[in-house]
């Protein structure tokens, strides 16, 4: 597995634009946070379900993430982890106090967050990185909290 920071900076190679950046600030939490609604959404087995912590599919996947983000590092993962218990309860709000479905909101919302990477692409010159590895889905909220942990002052 490559380390985080040769991660960080192969993804930060087509993230130096700062339109492109400032559309990613915008659309990388959008569209996780829609992934993470959209897996909410799917009907969980009711045996499977605990009554002290929710379990459904977003939380499993979640924790499968944290796997990942952990094993490359525990540092980062900390942050990455406070993000992602923040989507849940924003989902958990939504999915409750909404006029709407939530995966409704979740679609629209993805679609659109997804317009707005590649304009930034575009403005950029330059794919996505994840058209040459597909970790770097995951590598894109790295790429964010990294740059928060740097502006903190904490190694990662």
């Not at 993230?15 to 990613?24: E, G």
């Not at 924790?63 to 540092?75: F, R």
């Not at 995951?138 to 990662?156: E, Q, T």
Request: positive net charge.
């Amino acid at each position: 597995m490559a380390s985080i920071y040769h991660l960080l900076d192969e993804y930060g190679d087509s993230h130096r634009n700062p339109n492109n950046k400032l559309i990613h600030w915008i659309c990388v939490p959008v569209i996780v946070w829609t992934v993470v609604a959209l897996l909410w959404a799917i009907p969980f087995p009711a045996a499977l379900q605990s009554s002290v912590i929710p379990v459904n599919w977003a939380t499993v996947a979640l924790g499968l993430a944290m796997v990942y983000y952990i094993a490359l590092s525990p540092k980062l993962s900390v942050g990455i982890v406070l993000l992602l218990v923040l989507l849940l309860w924003i989902t958990a709000i939504v999915d409750q106090a909404a006029p709407w479905p939530l995966w409704l909101i979740a679609v629209v919302l993805f679609v659109l967050a997804w317009i707005g990477q590649f304009i930034g692409h575009v403005l950029e010159g330059k794919r996505p990185s994840f058209f040459k590895d597909v970790q770097f889905l995951l590598i894109g909220p790295a790429w964010l909290m990294s740059w928060l942990y740097k502006r903190l002052g904490i190694a990662y």
